[in-house]
């Protein structure tokens, strides 16, 4: 068993009765081929409680700071996740994403760059949607829908594919693809509240 599936089971059994984990959509993540998965980001359990939600081995793209921890620099590599800097424009994290998803790999983003303080959803960076446009990966939203508090249920929905057909057709702009995964995103908040 490699360290991604070992950490899955253990946050599983730790994780899923925690917070009454609660799974809504899974099934519309394809089984194959490259997805892009973009959630909202409201705690620091986001990547371990979407990574056991999802029925495929998410690679995240996670702050640059964590992988000059001690502990976390080593075992980070070995559960798919690759570090990006975080303000500034990161050629190699971009590089390392596309190749993810040109692999027919998930590459699992948080399009705010940083938890919200509030719970609310805040701006989208471009980055989500350059991956969009970029490749022919399937882009699913996804909601995690607090609080996070033990023993309160907590839920991961995953939104139906996005078509972005027209958008790549038309060369929309990172930024507009962006603000179209953030809005699905939304829909799935208010829907599922």
């Avoid at 089984?31 to 371990?48: A, E, K, Y």
């Avoid at 495929?56 to 570090?83: C, D, G, Q, V, Y």
């Amino acid at each position: 068993m490699n360290l991604y599936n070992l950490g899955k089971a253990l946050c599983n059994g730790v994780l899923r009765p925690l917070h009454r984990l609660e799974v809504i959509g899974a099934e519309n993540i394809p089984t194959t081929g490259g997805v892009l998965l973009c959630s909202n980001h409201i705690d620091n359990l986001d990547p371990p409680i979407v990574g056991i939600s999802s029925p495929r081995t998410i690679h995240f793209m996670a702050k640059e700071e964590l992988f000059r921890l001690p502990i976390l620099k080593s075992i980070l590599p070995s559960i798919n996740a690759f570090p990006v800097k975080r303000g500034m424009s990161d050629k190699q994290a971009l590089r390392t994403g596309l190749q993810v998803l040109k692999d027919g790999n998930v590459l699992g983003l948080f399009p705010e760059g940083t938890r919200s303080k509030t719970g609310e959803l805040g701006q989208g960076l471009s980055g989500a949607g350059f991956f969009a446009l970029r490749t022919d990966a399937t882009v699913v939203p996804c909601a995690i829908i607090g609080p996070y508090k033990m023993f309160k249920p907590l839920k991961v929905v995953f939104g139906k594919p996005l078509d972005f057909h027209e958008l790549r057709e038309r060369k929309a702009t990172a930024d507009e693809a962006t603000e179209s995964i953030m809005n699905s995103i939304q829909e799935l908040l208010e829907k599922n509240k």
